[in-house]
């Protein structure tokens, strides 16, 4: 099973090292760091998701997700 995950460096529930390292000891898995993005991929503090940069990073992290799968749909 391959795995692609998205943390952000600034969360706030998971502590990004700690992510990162079970992330990469995993096989066939892919680690993606958010700079600045807080627990959800958002902005600090935004709550209900609208900040502009929460938005970007939604957008910009599911055209990667597109991306992988298809690299990926037949292996």
Request: net charge negative.
């Amino acid at each position: 099973m391959r795995v692609l995950v998205f943390h952000g460096t600034a969360d706030s529930r998971t502590p990004f090292d700690v992510a990162q390292s079970l992330t990469l000891k995993a096989a066939h898995s892919e680690f993606v760091a958010v700079e600045g993005a807080d627990h959800g991929l958002c902005w600090p503090g935004d709550d209900d998701f609208s900040h502009p940069t929460t938005r970007q990073w939604h957008s910009q992290a599911a055209e990667r997700v597109v991306t992988w799968i298809n690299t990926h749909a037949s292996s």
